[in-house]
């Protein structure tokens, strides 16, 4: 059964902190994304990997980084959190080609930022 | 930088009844239009996709219209039921390298008995 899974499903760091997020997947997929969701703005694209190492900014790429340096893994990271990055934060996978459109996504990480 | 409008926000309907939400976009670099279905405490999950050079598209319940020259596309759900209370976020796949989804903000379904 394909699975994703993020590391914490809650979070709570303080302004300043560097903060960790980490994606898995187990379905051998090319594609992966970090997305956060809020009330009223849907989802909204941080940043995606099409390949081991290569990453693109999405729409909100402002205040994180990623990390893809195994095929399965993906991490956010939030440099500095600040109280405005707090949100659901969700990982999706999927394959690469015509059924990209598919995307697997992980149960998300609730953020809070003090 | 929103590029899919989606509408209502919020919408109940009665046990039975039809549900109908709708998406409009306007970049034409699209190539295909998910549905996303969440329930809460879950993440997103596909329902159901139409390519544009088709009108129509129907999985039990669920149907997908759409207009390519209009540039909408609709979900109707037929008899909706108590548990198809949930999110549904219409979605348009770019073209191009990793095919990214642009997502609608989302319309809360709540079905009433």
């Known amino acids: 059964d394909v699975k994703v899974t993020q590391s914490s499903r809650y979070l709570v760091k303080r302004t300043g902190e560097k903060v960790f997020l980490e994606c898995v997947q187990d379905?051998?997929?090319?594609?992966m994304f970090w997305y956060r969701q809020d009330p009223g703005l849907g989802l909204r694209l941080i940043y995606f990997?099409?390949?081991?190492?290569?990453?693109e900014k999405g729409d909100i790429p402002e205040g994180y980084s990623v990390s893809r340096e195994k095929k399965e893994r993906f991490s956010l990271i939030l440099e500095s959190a600040s109280t405005n990055q707090t949100s659901m934060y969700l990982c999706?996978?999927?394959?690469?080609?015509?059924?990209?459109?598919?995307?697997?996504f992980g149960p998300g990480t609730r953020l809070t930022v003090t | 930088q929103q590029q899919v409008k989606q509408s209502p926000q919020s919408l109940i309907v009665q046990k039975g009844g039809i549900s109908i939400i709708n998406c409009a976009y306007e970049?034409?670099?699209?190539?295909?239009f998910p549905w996303y279905q969440q329930f809460p405490g879950k993440g997103p999950a596909l329902l159901i996709a139409?390519?544009?050079?088709?009108s129509e598209k129907k999985e039990g319940r669920f149907t997908i219209s759409f207009n390519k020259s209009a540039k909408q596309f609709s979900l109707h759900i037929m008899d909706s039921q108590p548990g198809d209370s949930a999110t549904y976020f219409c979605?348009?796949?770019?073209?191009?390298?990793?095919?990214?989804?642009?997502f609608g903000t989302g319309t809360r379904l709540q079905v009433t008995l």
């Open positions: 979605a348009a796949r770019s073209t191009g390298t990793a095919s990214k989804l642009t």
């Open positions: 990997s099409y390949d081991v190492k290569m990453k």
């Open positions: 970049n034409t670099a699209f190539d295909y």
């Open positions: 379905m051998d997929h090319e594609n």
């Open positions: 999706a996978s999927s394959l690469a080609g015509a059924f990209s459109y598919e995307q697997y």
């Open positions: 139409i390519r544009p050079d088709v």
